[in-house]
């Protein structure tokens, strides 16, 4: 029944190690996001993806890379981590682009020693 | 990014009594605005939202008001219960940007039983 999920819920990793979170929603939703979510409660977007397609990129290091293997994916690689990645990262998705209201999912902490 | 500020990063209020969580925007260009509720270890949870052609919309306990004026946009929430605990975030959408949101710091508010 869960709209959004996510794998892992927690990731503890050491520097350098290359990790990835997984993203599925199951509402149809045409675009689907990553975001990051710091220690002091920031929400910021990373990526954006409308069917399958990146639209958004912030400004992002490219250790992180987006991938959508269909439209009900996103998923979120980064390599060669460090301390600052240490963050909760959020997947949402929307109906379609625009302005829509975004679901989340529950959250992945990545902690980062 | 634009900036979505929050008056006030936290808030204590009695169960029973009204809340108000006040977030101020700087760009007049933005056309549409979403209150989220992030409870402990979750998601963000969309609340209500808003367009800029409306002053104040109502939900369920919640109403939701929008002075372009001075680009405020406020939360009431009715009658507070402890379940209404958490970190509120108002977030706005801007032209011509799909729907790319920045997301204000967060509103902590605490219910005191």
């Known amino acids: 029944d869960t709209a959004v999920s996510q794998t892992p819920k927690y990731l503890v990793t050491q520097m350098g190690n290359d990790k990835s979170i997984k993203c599925e929603q199951n509402?149809?939703?045409?675009?689907m996001y990553w975001y990051k979510q710091d220690s002091k409660k920031f929400l910021k977007i990373m990526f954006s993806?409308?069917?399958?397609?990146?639209?958004i990129n912030e400004t992002v290091p490219n250790r992180f890379s987006p991938k959508s293997p269909d439209k009900a994916h996103l998923n979120l690689h980064i390599n060669s981590l460090e301390l600052g990645d240490s963050a909760v990262y959020f997947c949402?998705?929307?109906?379609?682009?625009?302005?829509?209201?975004?679901?989340f999912g529950p959250g992945t902490r990545l902690t980062v020693t | 990014g634009e900036s979505v500020g929050l008056h006030l990063p936290t808030l204590s209020v009695q169960e029973g009594d009204n809340s108000i969580i006040n977030c101020a925007y700087s760009?007049?260009?933005?056309?549409?605005f979403i209150w989220y509720k992030q409870e402990s270890g979750k998601g963000p949870q969309f609340i209500i939202d808003?367009?800029?052609?409306?002053d104040k919309r109502q939900g369920q306990r919640v109403t939701v008001l929008l002075n372009k004026t001075v680009k405020h946009l406020s939360l009431q929430i009715a009658a507070t219960q402890p379940g209404d605990s958490a970190v509120y975030f108002c977030?706005?959408?801007?032209?011509?940007?799909?729907?790319?949101?920045?997301f204000g710091t967060g509103t902590s508010l605490t219910v005191i039983p």
């Open positions: 760009n007049s260009a933005s056309d549409y």
């Open positions: 808003i367009r800029s052609n409306m």
């Open positions: 977030a706005e959408s801007l032209l011509n940007t799909g729907n790319q949101f920045y």
């Open positions: 993806y409308n069917n399958k397609e990146l639209i």
């Open positions: 509402l149809g939703h045409d675009t």
């Open positions: 949402a998705s929307s109906f379609r682009m625009g302005s829509y209201e975004q679901y």
